[in-house]
């Protein structure tokens, strides 16, 4: 692993433990002038919004709230999908602003067995679209709908590129034709962002579907995808959890460490990605006046949960866990104690509290059955 990565686009990736930099992380728990947070009041009034905008500035750029219209349309319904137990609906959402258009295809199946309204795990689909078929002649583990129908939820998925094709160039033809002052701005959102941006205006469309619980809506995402989801669960509230699955550079994992992906490495390799103002930060990691435990920390006291591959050193399996026992402190705050042991669990051995849950399972940089498996088992521990 080591010299196959270390020979990714000539950057060298360290996968040293004894070489990760001495560093100071920002305290979650203390506002930008030093003040102490010592109750959930002071967080949510003070810290909180400081944190989000200290990520839209620096990272993933600002995301517009604003738009004129969102209409949707059922494409396709089928009330007999997966051999009976789960109505299929393919529908197109359609949001205007300034009168340009973007339209989100929505893959939907509702199980047939439950008493609607329904929580729903929505993935935001960055592989192949063969992952969503709505048809099941494809299956996928990646999106295994057919398991997540039998264990009563609802299940859906968008794809990336509605929003903003995953390209150095091609991105700007998706939701940033709709907010072109995005393009020009320092802290305009790109790629990621957009992203983010879909997964909230499908769960507005959400809202309006009598089918679904919009209250209980899950965002799950992998790798960049994973980034993504913390991005939107962070700031939009309306998510009741988030999964987060291989996110690694700047999603779940601790940049400050240098392990496995840099920010020089990931701003160079996807210069559309994030905010022109990253890029500040290439190889400048002490700079930065935020670290990624502090993006986690904003989805509380939604539960989360963040996973790692054992063989992906690549996302940082040490500092993603580190990540994620910084952020419970905030959870603290709302009496919802995680107790996390010190050192990540061993591979296979998922932690789920009643806050925060982490798995790092054995194998490759991928999303599985077993990921899927055990999001399953977090949420519906939760919902109890
Ligand atoms: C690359 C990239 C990661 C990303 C991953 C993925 O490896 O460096 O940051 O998470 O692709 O999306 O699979």
């Known amino acids: 692993i080591l010299i196959k990565a270390q020979a990714q686009n000539g950057f060298q990736a360290n996968y040293d433990e004894a070489k990760v930099p001495a560093y100071t992380l920002p305290d979650i728990l203390k506002t930008t002038t030093n003040q102490p947070v010592q109750n959930k009041k002071t967080w949510?009034?003070?810290?909180?919004?400081?944190?989000?905008?200290?990520?839209?500035?620096?990272?993933y750029?600002?995301?517009p709230k604003s738009y004129d219209r969102l209409t949707y349309t059922v494409k396709n319904e089928n009330a007999q999908a997966m051999g009976g137990k789960a109505t299929l609906k393919e529908v197109a959402i359609e949001v205007v602003k300034n009168n340009k258009p973007l339209t989100i295809n929505l893959v939907l199946f509702v199980p047939n067995q439950k008493k609607s309204p329904?929580?729903?795990?929505?993935?935001?689909n960055n592989?192949?679209?063969?992952?969503?078929d709505p048809t099941r002649a494809q299956k996928s583990d990646f999106w295994p709908a057919e398991m997540v129908i039998d264990s009563g939820y609802a299940v859906a998925a968008f794809h990336v590129s509605d929003l903003a094709p995953d390209d150095t160039t091609k991105y700007v033809n998706g939701v940033l034709q709709l907010y072109p002052e995005q393009l020009t701005a320092n802290d305009g959102m790109k790629a990621i962002g957009a992203w983010a941006w879909g997964a909230s205006r499908v769960l507005d469309y959400f809202e309006k579907?009598?089918?679904i619980d919009a209250k209980k809506v899950m965002v799950v995402g992998h790798s960049r995808g994973g980034k993504a989801s913390l991005w939107a669960a962070a700031e939009d509230q309306r998510f009741a959890m988030c999964f987060t699955n291989c996110s690694g550079n700047t999603g779940a994992a601790l940049s400050h460490r240098r392990f496995g992906e840099t920010i020089r490495r990931i701003n160079t390799v996807f210069p559309h990605w994030f905010a022109k103002n990253y890029k500040k930060?290439?190889?400048?990691?002490?700079?930065?006046?935020?670290?990624?435990?502090?993006?986690?920390?904003?989805?509380?006291?939604?539960?989360?949960?963040?996973t790692n591959a054992s063989k992906d050193l690549w996302a940082d399996p040490t500092g993603t866990y580190l990540s994620v026992k910084l952020a419970s402190k905030v959870y603290e705050l709302y009496g919802i104690k995680a107790n996390l042991p010190a050192n990540?669990?061993?591979i296979n051995q998922p932690i789920m509290t009643s806050s925060v849950g982490y798995h790092n399972r054995e194998g490759e940089h991928n999303l599985t059955a077993y990921d899927?498996?055990?999001?399953?088992?977090?949420?519906?521990?939760?919902?109890?």
């Open 281 to 306: 930060y290439n190889d400048n990691e002490a700079a930065l006046p935020l670290d990624q435990h502090m993006l986690l920390a904003a989805i509380a006291p939604r539960p989360l949960y963040a």
């Open 372 to 384: 899927w498996s055990n999001f399953i088992k977090f949420a519906t521990d939760q919902f109890k």
């Open 118 to 124: 329904v929580p729903v795990f929505l993935l935001i």
């Open 344 to 346: 990540p669990p061993g």
């Open 209 to 211: 579907d009598k089918a």
């Open 44 to 59: 949510e009034k003070v810290r909180r919004p400081e944190i989000i905008r200290l990520f839209e500035e620096n990272v």
């Open 127 to 132: 592989r192949g679209k063969d992952n969503m």
């Open 61 to 63: 750029g600002q995301t």
